[in-house]
């Protein structure tokens, strides 16, 4: 099995109460794009297709945790330079949401987003 670092155990009902406020705040951000990838694969012409799309969501959601999870150590120290260079980070992922603001309200998200279909839908 494996075995966690003292700082890092869950005493008591340290495990569900973190698991609810990541379910809290995660829940606003997965909810419509599950509900989109479900309306997706209910409309899609062949069970293949659906369970791609679903394989694809579900790898999308857990491949980059399991990443961190393996990578911890370097993990760390990118954290702490998120953390002593946050205001740069605030400005260039607020450039990014702008940016996507831009492309949707313009349509060209839209556009973009036809080039990756794949002919899955």
């Given amino acids: 099995m494996l075995a966690l670092p003292a700082r890092l155990a869950c005493v008591g009902a340290g495990g569900p109460l973190l ?3 990541v379910a809290v705040g995660w829940t606003p951000c997965i909810a419509p794009t599950l509900g ?17 799309l679903l394989v ?3 790898a999308g959601l857990s491949v980059p945790l399991l990443i961190v999870f393996v990578a911890m150590r370097r ?7 998120l953390a002593a260079d ?10 990014l949401v702008a940016g996507v603001g831009i ?19």
């Fill in 19 to 21: 698991g609810a406020r």
């Fill in 36 to 52: 989109a990838i479900l309306a997706l694969a209910a409309s899609a012409p062949t069970v293949g297709a659906s369970i791609i």
């Fill in 56 to 58: 694809a969501y579900a």
């Fill in 75 to 81: 993990f760390r120290s990118v954290t702490r330079w």
């Fill in 86 to 95: 946050r205001r740069l980070v605030d400005v260039v992922t607020g450039t």
């Fill in 103 to 121: 492309l949707v309200f313009s349509g060209a998200f839209a556009r973009l987003a036809s080039l990756f279909t794949f002919g899955v839908v």
